[in-house]
């Protein structure tokens, strides 16, 4: 795993700032602590920080180039299926200098263009440099796995792992996204392709740019398979093939000349992957679990040790709570943009622990997503024609207690049809109704217009003639799982320069997930049960049947406890006020409510808290990033 930076120009005269490639790269330097390389050439530059992974050597540093030095490359990823390609391009003339993955995707595009990519299995994010063709190519993994924001204008392109590291570059904007703004809101992080400023975006999963020619496109080459109807197949056969499936998926995942570790919670997902991966490690496997020691409402640690003795890992504990005040705003630095997923902490923690003794974890990250484990959200509306009612009712009685404002345009009239806005609503931390009365009037105005099209409405509403289940587990593939999960996951291990892959987002499994009836994955508010089937033959029944837990983190106890200072510090009315974005009353209002034990607003207060951290560091701080000059 590593980071990667660059800059194109437009036009051919001119030349890429070597201070500036040095800073984007430098900013990157947690991400690869191995190794550092820069490549310039009149107007292009590419720059990479390295961690080493497979090929320790010195060949395999980056940018690299092709054997005629006419393609560069720089690249973040790893590469699952890279040897099966190495005879065939052998045998077309290519000449092997590394046994480094990055050469065999290089090869590969010089073999065959863009439509490399769909050769891939793996985790990526890179930039290809074709110098014969004055092209600039950018791609991204089909999941989003691993990160790429970019931004041009009229004169260049500009692009990195890391949003701070583009901010380097003084002609990026600084603007703030309504978009971004009311996406944070309401989800506590910012789905792609959206950024917290104006006009930077995320490349999305499964697609790539093309810089060429003084264009700049986006093309997908890759999406979740949802045009077939489901398979018929019964639920037993389901689960051994799903078990099948898996095996390979996370046998290709410990590709490595390093130990690889794993993160084990104790639920079932990072327990399946223990399950398949500790059999295959010629010595025990490490394993890392953070615990909440005297809260046992949040603490499954018994459950992960329960695990690990049964595969004979070698196991690691990290207790949290006593590094809190200190860990938010790196969380807030390493994140990039306003962050409010609670279970980051635990995990920052985990991967420093981590860090120690391995360069690799695998994760249970994407198995909720894939077979239906956030049965509160499935649930929500039920599977049926007609289970909407409740909500068309609540919808209702709540216009008839808020006078519905529509001459003045409340954000409870943005909602769309009944039964589909309800999903989205589940999830969401602030309503629309509660952000009527805690933005000032101009924000909730540009708020209230930048969440009437949402992204995540969009990808729900994309298949209609799906079931129900389906269409909710797109959704949340195609934005939760990437702007939550996937980000909280790159951020928190990369931070400390430590690598981590999610075997249920191979791209084989996830294509064959899709192709699984609905009924095999959910039923009578009881999810992931295919996946609890097909595990009951490797862990213990009280395991896997245990009521869902999740990576939650005793927050609302933090912020009444050891957290309380720092927020009513950080949350002052003078600083909220100097925002512009929230009322300063209606923001101690809630805080002492939830100080003072009437309600629990520790997610609402937290979503608050990030983004004056983010202010702080990103934007009354900006000037940092620059590169320093003589």
Not at 442 to 447: K, P, Q
Request: charged letters at 25%; hydrophobic letters at 40%.
């Amino acid at each position: 795993m590593c980071g990667i930076a660059g800059l194109y120009h437009f036009d051919p005269a001119a030349q890429a700032d070597e201070s500036l490639l040095r800073r984007m790269t430098d900013l990157l330097a947690h991400r690869g602590p191995d190794d550092a390389g820069l490549y310039r050439s009149g107007p292009v530059g590419l720059g990479h920080r390295r961690l080493s992974i497979i090929d320790l050597s010195a060949a395999g540093h980056q940018p690299m180039s092709s054997a005629d030095g006419n393609v560069w490359i720089t690249y973040n990823g790893e590469c699952y299926n890279h040897e099966r390609f190495i005879g065939e391009l052998e045998s077309r003339g290519h000449r092997f200098r590394s046994s480094s993955d990055t050469e065999t995707l290089l090869c590969l595009y010089q073999q065959y263009g863009p439509e490399f990519l769909t050769k891939l299995d793996g985790m990526f994010a890179l930039a290809i440099w074709d110098a014969p063709r004055r092209r600039l190519l950018l791609a991204r993994d089909r999941l989003g796995i691993k990160p790429l924001f970019y931004y041009h204008d009229r004169d260049h392109v500009v692009f990195a792992s890391e949003l701070k590291s583009l901010l380097a570059d003084r002609s990026v904007p600084s603007d703030l996204s309504d978009v971004a703004l009311a996406d944070f809101l309401h989800l506590m992080s910012i789905p792609d392709p959206e950024t917290i400023f104006r006009g930077v975006r995320k490349l999305l999963p499964g697609h790539y740019l093309l810089v060429e020619g003084g264009r700049v496109r986006e093309e997908r080459y890759w999406d979740v398979p949802m045009a077939e109807p489901a398979r018929a197949i019964g639920l037993e056969a389901a689960s051994h093939e799903f078990e099948a499936v898996f095996q390979r998926a996370v046998t290709s995942h410990l590709l490595a000349d390093v130990p690889v570790g794993a993160f084990l919670s104790g639920g079932v997902d990072s327990s399946a992957v223990v399950a398949m991966a500790a059999p295959s490690s010629a010595k025990p496997m490490m394993t890392f679990a953070s615990t909440f020691r005297g809260l046992t409402d949040f603490d499954e640690s018994p459950f992960a040790r329960q695990v690990a003795t049964l595969y004979g890992t070698e196991h690691h504990e990290f207790d949290l709570s006593p590094h809190l005040v200190e860990a938010l705003p790196r969380i807030a630095w390493h994140a990039d943009e306003p962050f409010a997923i609670s279970s980051a902490l635990p995990l920052y923690f985990l991967a420093q622990l981590a860090r120690q003794h391995v360069k690799v974890v695998l994760t249970g990250d994407g198995g909720d997503e894939l077979f239906a484990g956030y049965t509160w959200r499935h649930m929500e509306l039920g599977s049926h024609a007609g289970s909407g009612r409740w909500w068309r009712l609540a919808r209702r009685l709540l216009g008839g207690l808020m006078g519905r404002r529509g001459a003045t345009g409340s954000l409870v009239d943005g909602a769309r049809g009944a039964h589909d806005e309800g999903y989205v609503r589940s999830f969401c931390c602030y309503q629309d109704e509660e952000l009527d009365g805690l933005l000032t009037a101009d924000a909730g105005e540009h708020v209230r217009r930048a969440w009437a099209g949402n992204i995540t409405q969009r990808y729900y509403e994309r298949f209609t003639e799906a079931d129900q289940l389906r269409r909710k587990l797109y959704t949340d593939l195609k934005s939760t799982l990437v702007s939550e999960m996937l980000t909280k996951v790159d951020r928190m291990t990369m931070a400390s320069g430590l690598e981590a892959r999610v075997p249920f987002l191979d791209h084989h499994l996830v294509e064959w997930a899709f192709e699984i009836p609905s009924a095999h994955k959910m039923t009578d508010r009881d999810g992931k049960l295919l996946v609890k089937k097909a595990m009951e033959r490797h862990l213990p029944a009280e395991l896997v049947h245990r009521p869902k837990h999740g990576f939650n983190v005793p927050m609302p106890v933090w912020m009444r406890g050891e957290l309380r200072q720092f927020v009513e510090d950080s949350l002052a009315e003078d600083t909220v006020r100097r925002r512009g974005i929230f009322r300063p009353d209606q923001v101690t209002r809630l805080v002492q409510r939830h100080l003072g034990g009437r309600i629990d607003a520790s997610n609402k207060i937290l979503v608050l808290l990030m983004i004056e951290l983010w202010f702080e560091r990103f934007v009354d701080r900006r000037a940092d990033l620059y590169p320093v000059t003589a």
